[in-house]
């Protein structure tokens, strides 16, 4: 089974700084997508960010975007000029590619609490 | 485009009780999936529907069950309720499986 690391339960970063959330995944599959999901106080969890494993371009979304290390099975989110809003919790999540097979659908860290102090 | 949609979003159960919880997802998304929330075991996989068929289960309990009608809206049901059911779920949905949106989740608290 394949699990998912957020080391940092909580980061604080200054408004209009650059914050990097850290994110490590165990598995033995070659082919499978990455995700960051943000969750405001409201609850509903938005989707940020997508990679695909196959590709070694890392994706970028405005201001966020990731460092993709496949063979380190690393999966960072980089969050440049934090915004106030930017505050919540941070969550990597893992999906296997081949879905419909037993999958377990996405595959979540435990969280990352993102502080953004004005 | 409306998003996903789940009703009802706040409701308290008595343990033993039964519920049903409702899932809209986007238009033209065929595939729905529901998670569980909790502080202690953080976000957890239940079941994904794709076209009325369940397509991969996570490791709960018989009495968590789900089922997806042809119009792709979803329940999913958790019989005899326990305390440690009280969660937020969370439903969301995909038009390639692959690209997965929530709505604003249940808040289901048994007592």
């Known amino acids: 089974a394949q699990t998912v690391t957020q080391s940092q339960p909580e980061m604080s970063v200054q408004e209009a700084e650059t914050v990097t959330l850290s994110c490590t995944y165990d598995?033995?599959?070659?082919?499978?997508?990455l995700f960051w999901y943000k969750q405001p106080p409201s609850r509903q969890m938005i989707l940020v960010i997508r990679q695909e494993a196959y590709k070694q371009q890392n994706a970028t979304e405005n201001r966020f975007s990731v460092n993709f290390q496949k063979a380190a099975k690393s999966f960072s989110l980089k969050i440049s000029d934090s915004q106030l809003g930017d505050a919540a919790m941070y969550f990597c999540?893992?999906?296997?590619?081949?879905?419909?097979?037993?999958?377990?659908?996405?595959?979540f860290g435990k969280g990352t609490h993102l502080i953004i102090q004005p | 485009k409306a998003g996903v949609t789940q009703t009802p979003r706040y409701l308290i159960k008595t343990r033993g009780q039964q519920v049903t919880l409702s899932c809209s997802p986007i238009?033209?998304?065929?595939?729905v999936s529901w998670y569980q929330q909790t502080p202690g075991q953080g976000l957890q996989f239940l079941f994904e529907y794709f076209s009325e068929t369940q397509r991969n289960k996570g490791n709960f309990p018989g009495r968590f069950s789900g089922r997806q009608f042809s119009n792709s809206r979803s329940e999913m049901n958790v019989s005899t309720l326990e305390l440690g059911d009280s969660a937020l779920y969370l439903c969301a949905s995909s038009l390639d499986g692959n690209t997965i949106y929530f709505g604003e989740g249940s808040w289901l608290t048994v007592v």
């Open positions: 999540a893992y999906r296997s590619f081949y879905s419909g097979g037993g999958a377990d659908g996405l595959t």
């Open positions: 598995t033995s599959e070659s082919d499978y997508y």
């Open positions: 238009s033209g998304h065929r595939s």
